[in-house]
C-alpha cells in the first residue's frame, strides 16, 4: 500500500510540465510602463481607521513610482450629520451644506483628514468628483441605505446619485474645493494630483441621462481649471469598457460638443477612463469534478480591448493618457459569494499578473499610452478574518494579493523581450480565457540605473483546480553588454505560493482563528510580507547567459531580480 503510494507521489511530480522560458536582457522594447499603483474603494471613510491607515502605509511603500487613491463619496453627505463611522459601500464627508437661506456651507475637515492620512503615507490622491450633496440633490430620498452584502446592489442607488439641482451650485462646490486643496497644499502638489468626473455614469451611479453627464463633466472640469489652470482632469469612469458607443459619444463631447458650462465647443480632457471586470462563476461538484470556481480573464481583456479600440479611433485623442479606473475579477468587492472565494488565495495575484500583463500587450496593439490598471480593493475594519470581500488585507494581514504589487513594484525600467513555451497568445486568451492548459507568462523589464534584471513567471489557470508544477527552465541571455562581461550576480528569488508570502494558507494552518492571539497574529502579519524562496545567492554569468531550473505550484508566481 504505502510502496504503491510512493510510486503515485513520484509519477504524479514526475508529470511536472516541462517550460521553456527565455528573456533577452540585450533587447529592450521601451520602456514598461508602471500601470500597477493605483487603488481605490467606495467607502473613502476606511483611509483614516488604523487598519486602513496602516494599508495606506503598505501601498505607499510598494515601488518608486507613484501610487495613487481613488474613493467614491468624497463629496457625500453623512447621515445622521456628522457620523463617518465605515459602511459597506457607503462614505461621507459633509463638505456641503446649506444654511436656511440656502447659501453654501463649504466644510473640508473630513476630506483633509483623509487626503492628509494619503499624503503622509506616501499615496497621492485620483480624486473622484462626487457624489451630489443631499442639499443638491434632485430626488434627495431616501439619501442612505444599509448595504449587508447579502441584499440586491441595487439599494445602493439612492439620493446621491441624483441629478444636481443646480449646475452652478455643483460647479461653484467644484471650485472651492480645488481652491482650498491649492492653498492648503500648493500647486506643486496639486498638480501631481488626478481629478475625474463621478463614477460609471452609464448605471446606476447616475440617475441622469449622458448628455446630463456631458454637463456635470463640463462644470466640473471648468471649475477644476478655474480654480487651477494646470490641474489634470478627465473622465468618464465608463463602466464595461467602452459600454457600446457611451465612450465614443463621451469622446465626442469633449472633441466638438456643446459645453454647457463655459458656451463653448467641446470640453479638455487630459486623461480617458474606463473600467473592466471579469466573470467568475461557480460550478456545482459532479461525479468527477469538484465544485469549483472559474475566473474568466477574457470578459475583462474584452471590455479593455473594445476601449482601446474607441480611443484608437480618435486621432485627437488616442495619445492621452488612459487609466483603467477599476481593473478588477468580478464587479463587488463589498459582495460575498462562492464565485469570489478566489479572494484570499493565490489565485488572486495570479490573475492580476495575467490580466494586467495583457493590458500592457493590449496598450501596445492599440498603441494605447496606458497609465495605471486601478485594482479596486481595500480593507473593511473589524470584519472576521478571511471573510471573503474584495480586500488587500484583513485585519492588518496582508493577503496573497499585496504581494503581487510588491513584485510589479520591483518590474521596473525598459520591457525586455522574454517569452515562455506555455505562455498563451494575447488573441487565445482573448477569445477562450485560460480553460484548457494553463499560461505560463512572463514579464521582464531592466533597469539601467539600478543595473538590475526583474523577470516575473506565473503559471495561471481559471480553474480553482489542482494542477501539475510547471518546471520552468529559464535561459537569460544578452547580459554581456549589460554588465560588462562580469561572472557573477546576485540572484534573490521572490516566491508568492503555497507557502510562501501566504497569510492565508498560514492562518489555515493555525486552525482558522477568529481570535488569534498576539503571537498569531504577528506570524501572520510576517507571513503576508513578500518572501523568497531560498536565501539570495552568486550565480554564474557564462557567456552573458544564465539558466536557472525551478518548479512553479499552479496560481504561483515567481520574481528573480538578478543584479550586478
Ligand atoms: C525545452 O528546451 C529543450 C532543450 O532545448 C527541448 O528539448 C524541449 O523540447 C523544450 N521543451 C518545450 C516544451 O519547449
Ligand atoms: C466641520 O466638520 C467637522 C467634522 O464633522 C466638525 O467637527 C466641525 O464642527 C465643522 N465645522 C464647522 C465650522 O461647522
Ligand atoms: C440585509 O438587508 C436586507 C434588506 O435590504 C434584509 O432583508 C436582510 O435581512 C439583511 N441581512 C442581514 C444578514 O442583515
Ligand atoms: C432614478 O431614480 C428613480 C428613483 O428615484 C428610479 O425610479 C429611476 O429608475 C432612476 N433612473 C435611472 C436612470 O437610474
Ligand atoms: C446642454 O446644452 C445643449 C445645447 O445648448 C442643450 O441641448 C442641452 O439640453 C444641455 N444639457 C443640459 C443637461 O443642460
Ligand atoms: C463632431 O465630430 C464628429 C467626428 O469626430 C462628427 O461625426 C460630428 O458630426 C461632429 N458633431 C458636431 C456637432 O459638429
Ligand atoms: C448548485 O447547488 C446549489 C445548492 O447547493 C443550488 O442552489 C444551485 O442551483 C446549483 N447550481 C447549479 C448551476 O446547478
Ligand atoms: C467569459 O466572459 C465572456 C464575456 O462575458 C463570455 O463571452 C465568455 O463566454 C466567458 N468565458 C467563459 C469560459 O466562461
Ligand atoms: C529604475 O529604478 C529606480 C530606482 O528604484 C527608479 O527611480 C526608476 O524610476 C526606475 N526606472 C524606471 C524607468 O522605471
Ligand atoms: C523565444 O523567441 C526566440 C526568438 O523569437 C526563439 O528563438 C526562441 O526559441 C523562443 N523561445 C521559446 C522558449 O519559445
Ligand atoms: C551581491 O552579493 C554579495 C555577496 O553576498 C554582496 O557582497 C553584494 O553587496 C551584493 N550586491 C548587490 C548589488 O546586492
Redesign the pocket.
Known sequence: MSGLLVTLLICSSAVARQVNISVDAGCSVGVLPPVARFFGADEPNEATTPDGELLLKHLGDLGPHQTYFRTHNLLTTCDPPGDTTPRLKWGCTDAYTEDSEGNPIYNWTIVDAIFDTYLERNVRPYVQIGFTPKVLASDPEPYTFLFNATNTYNIIFTGWSHVPTS?QKWGELVYQWVKHEVELRGADELNSWYWEVWNEPNIGYWNG?Q??Y??LYDYAVANVRRALPTARVGGPEVAGGPDGNWLGLFLDHTING?N?ATGGEGSSLDFISFHAKGLPTYTNATDTVPGHLSMNVSASLQNVRDAFAVIASYPSQKKKPVIIGEDDPDGCAACQSQAYSYRNGLIFPSYTAVAFSRDIDLAARYDINLEGTLTWAFEFQDTPYFDGFRVLATRGIDKPIMNVFRMFGKLTGDRIVANSSAQLSLDAILADSVRSEPDVGVLAAFNQTESKLAVMIWNYHDDALPKPDAHITLDVSGLEDRWQGCQSANLTHYRIGPTHSNSYTRWQAMGSPQDPSAAQVAELKAAGMLQTLDHPRQVRVEHGRVELEFALPIHAISLLILQQ
Open positions: 449646475w441621462t448628455e446630463q456631458f454637463t456643446t454647457n
